[in-house]
Nanobody, 119 residues
């Protein structure tokens, strides 16, 4: 069973950038599709994007397309979320998650990291 730990959140002004990291342990990292999700206060958790096991393909929500980039370093068991041109509406707790390629749901989640974008 894989354990996930996010880091890199913080406070940033609108238009700024942050890079989140998610370190995985306890499993074979290359067997997992990795996803990023976020949850703003009073809102449901939403999908941000995901990346295939090899890192060759990514998929993004329309709200972040062109501003956010997901990458992974399989040698370091780490997935990243590079966030550029941040907007106040990006303020949320960001979670990474893992799923085996056979399944459509994410059973493994990190604890989340807070991202706050000031206007």
């Amino acid at each position: 069973q894989v354990q996930l730990v996010e880091s890199g959140g913080g406070l940033v002004q609108a238009g700024g950038s942050l890079r989140l990291s998610c370190a995985a342990s306890g499993g074979t990292f290359t067997t997992y599709i990795m996803g990023w999700f976020r949850q703003a206060p009073g809102k449901e958790r939403e999908f941000v994007g995901d990346i295939t096991r090899s890192g060759a393909s990514t998929n993004y929500a329309d709200s972040v397309k062109g501003r956010f980039t997901i990458s992974r370093d399989n040698a370091k068991n780490t997935v990243y979320l590079q966030m550029n041109n941040l907007k106040p509406e990006d303020t949320a707790v960001y979670y990474c998650a893992a799923r085996l390629w056979l399944f459509n749901t994410y059973p493994y989640w990190g604890q989340g990291t807070q991202v706050t974008v000031s206007s």
